[in-house]
């Protein structure tokens, strides 16, 4: 039995140019067995099919999507029964949230080969628990989808306006997220209003059970449970409890956002209250609005009237992390 599942997305950005290398790769090695899936709902069959090679581990070699939507029938589809494996992610998206935040980055095939050297060996000390975000209506049938980062309110809107606007340009990366950052202050730092700048956000209301209630026009919002992430490191490690729901949602104000950006430049951010700035850990967060969209590890939902996104923390699962 090989100590590596991999399962590839070949539509994911960076595998359309380093897919042929790793196919040639995991060809050569027997340590590796290679599933390639073209849909989402093609998942389900690749994990079937994965659990009865019972790998020590499992590698997404995808976009932020695609692992969202292995985490969620790994955890729910029962394949594995009450041990499924730890999971990895290799760098192969438009912008790799989840990869970077287990130390995968640079080559993608340099990872996987990090990874199979790895699985020889025990894997116990390379092991870290993460909480994963499960996203439902809050309804008892309800579908749920796991995942580990949320953007929403304005910033979900700063997305979609780069998904749909900045990359088809054909940019590198770096400058496609450049490029909406611009496009986002001056939309909401200097109040600019045009067709070719991002959408404006509708008013939401945020619940966190037991912390209390925001409601208003956000700049944006975010509830994750990475450690990693740029904006929320210096956050998580200034709080108690590790590994809840991390929330930050800045109001659309100027004033506000420019206290954002010189908290996060020089450190400040969550070591003291800030006007316009909240920070909260929570279990359970509601979000409720007028057709608001959010959007958690690159695909969208939208929260309605009477029909609020609900928000859970789960149980701890497992991955490997591949950095120290």
Known sequence: MANVALLSNPNSTGNRAILPEVRSYCVKNSDVFHYEVDAVDEITKALETIARVKPKVLVINGGDGTVQAALTELHQGGHFGENPPPVAVLPNGKTNLIALDLGAEGNPLKALERIVEMAKHDLHDHLVDRELIALSDGSKDSKVVLGMFLGGAGLSEFILYCRHKIYPLGLPN??????????ALASVLFGIRAKFLPNRPSPISISLIKK??????????????????????????SRGRRGRLQFMAIDQKPAALVRFILSVLFGRLGKTVQ???????????????????VVM???LFRAKEGKPIVLKSTEPVSFLRLAA
């Open 212 to 237: 209390g209630q925001y409601q208003g026009n956000f700049a944006i919002l975010i509830v994750t449970t990475l450690e990693k992430l740029l904006l929320m490191r210096r956050f998580t490690r």
């Open 297 to 299: 590890d690159g695909e």
């Open 174 to 183: 770096a400058a496609s997220h450049l490029l909406t950052v611009f496009a």
């Open 275 to 293: 006007k316009g700035i909240h920070l909260e850990q929570g279990d359970v967060i509601r979000i409720e609005g007028k057709n608001s969209n």
